[in-house]
């Protein structure tokens, strides 16, 4: 069977990780410290199902960390840096987090954080990476632990929490199975299959941040199927292509954000690009405008994969040939789960209707962490929804429409503003488009965009000339009554719109 494991025992000297320093380590070498990660923690007194935390960069100790502690029954819970020290905390003391693992520069962070979380100095743990040669590629105290394979080996799990958009993250937590590390890998040749990354000779690009569900268990699964994961500290659209040329990179995961600005390279640049080594681009995170996807499938040809699901668990996917008879689509549901579509009282929709999506996917159980009400909340009959609104096609595709949380009712009328975003960003010189409810005396809420727009004109005359070339593409109630025009749109470090930001500006009162 084909998993890290095997390939560490098997081939030992096979590259498996280049850290953002350009360092090499091999299986043999991360499995090594992998190991002494998991004796460190046993050292450290800590018993089953209790959960260990990282504080750290896209790196290969984040991913030794992550493999040390996954394979004893514990919990990984990975912090994103971007948090305040108050945020970081809160994440601590309700996973309940034994250890922090952090590096240089988030070692004060990482105290500060520990601190006012009221654990002991020492639950921080520095690994930075040590220079070749040095035995262990990780300093501190884990450097000094055995390298033998630890006892009570069991594949534990990383605990995830959401970016909820309203109160406090929650942490998705699901049950340990009680199987082998060994036992745990084998369904990572079956996801590598249904995202064409499933060739024994890849190499996996690592550019988004790894502090997220899908940027971390893609790289983790590529040790898994024998690839070499490279790694870049954080993603620059001229160190993306220089690292795939370099070397020869086979597959990586990319968020829409991150092809919108691939395809800002004039086309004489884009076709010189020594891309052709790619195989598949696996995207997720954010609904990806159609003109965007297309034309990436133009310039590499169809590659690109498409997961629909979060941090609660996959539900559908789609390939580009199915795409691109299905334009818009997220896909099909996934072998193993079942999805419905339903209204307000929670019946099936007839196809080709809007509701509320829900989903089972029965490898993927979970709960909210310390949170029954929300999770009975999420429930019907095993299905969880995220709060999205879809549709069905006569072929069984999903077509999302938006988010109920964001969609704007209008005088009683639904409007979704994934539409309307979508009919901006194909007008010429708009790059960037977000569309939200304004509070409104008369409708209820108006229609609201705030625009990143490359065209010069005053305010007024923008909106105008916005206004009369979305009358040919969408009908008139859903067209702005609204505009602000940006430099930026907030963003996430993994690239999601935070449209609550968009929101809260737009709710403000008007001079």
Request: glycine share 8%; aromatic share 6%; with cysteine.
């Amino acid at each position: 069977m084909r998993n890290f494991f095997g390939y560490a025992e098997q081939d030992p000297d096979r590259v498996a990780v280049v850290h953002t320093d350009g360092q090499s380590i091999s299986y043999g070498e991360m499995r090594d410290d992998a190991n002494r990660v998991s004796n460190f923690l046993w050292s450290r007194g800590l018993k089953p199902e209790q959960t260990v935390a990282t504080l750290l960069p896209n790196s290969y100790q984040l991913m030794a960390v992550v493999r040390g502690a996954t394979q004893i029954p514990l919990y990984l819970t990975p912090v994103n840096w971007h948090l305040t020290a108050a945020e970081i905390s809160y994440v601590l003391t309700d996973s309940g987090a034994r250890v922090l693992f952090t590096a240089e520069p988030f070692m004060e962070l990482a105290r500060t954080a520990v601190a006012e979380a009221g654990l002991p100095p020492e639950t921080v743990v520095a690994v930075d990476v040590v220079p070749p040669g040095a035995g262990s590629r990780l300093s501190g105290p884990v450097r000094a632990a055995a390298a033998t394979t630890p006892p009570n080996q069991g594949a534990g799990n990383r605990m995830l929490y959401t970016s909820g958009t309203t109160g406090r993250p929650k942490a998705v937590r699901r049950p340990l199975r009680g199987i082998s590390p060994v036992e745990a890998a084998g369904s990572a040749l079956a996801r590598a299959e249904r995202y064409g990354a499933d060739h024994e000779d890849g190499v996996f690009l690592g550019v988004a941040p790894m502090y997220h569900a899908s940027p971390l268990a893609y790289a983790d699964q590529a040790l898994d199927v024998g690839h070499r994961v490279v790694l870049l500290e954080r993603w620059t659209r001229d160190g993306a292509l220089a690292a795939i040329a370099e070397h020869g990179v086979t597959w990586l995961y990319l968020v829409p954000l991150m092809m919108q600005e691939l395809l800002t390279l004039p086309e004489a640049e884009r076709d010189a690009a020594r891309v052709r080594s790619l195989r598949s681009i696996v995207h997720t995170a954010a609904p990806c405008p159609p003109h965007v996807k297309r034309a990436m499938i133009d310039w590499l040809g169809p590659i690109l994969v498409e997961v629909y699901g979060g941090t609660e668990g996959s539900a559908t996917v789609i390939t580009s040939p199915e795409w691109l008879t299905h334009v818009g689509s997220v896909g099909r549901p996934l072998p193993h789960v079942s999805v419905r579509i339903l209204d307000e009282a929670r019946n099936e929709v007839p196809t080709g209707q809007v509701g509320t999506v829900y989903f089972r996917n029965d490898e993927l159980a979970f709960v909210y962490l310390g949170d029954p009400e929300k999770t009975a909340a999420s429930r019907l009959d095993g299905h969880v929804t995220l709060g999205d609104l879809g549709r069905f096609d006569e072929d069984g595709y999903l077509y999302l429409s938006d988010r109920a949380a964001d969609l704007i009712i209008s005088g009683g009328v639904n409007i979704y503003p994934a539409e309307v975003e979508h009919a901006l960003v194909e007008l010429p010189g708009v790059s960037d488009a977000c569309v939200v409810g304004r509070p409104d005396d008369r409708w209820g809420e108006s229609v609201h965009a705030v625009v990143v727009l490359d065209r010069p004109g005053t305010a007024e005359d923008l909106a105008a000339s916005l206004t009369a070339e979305l009358r040919v593409k969408i009908a008139g109630y859903k067209i702005p009554r609204s505009w602000d025009f940006v430099d930026a749109l907030p963003r996430s470090a993994a690239g999601k719109l935070l449209r609550r930001e968009v929101r809260k500006g737009a709710a403000a009162p008007r001079a």
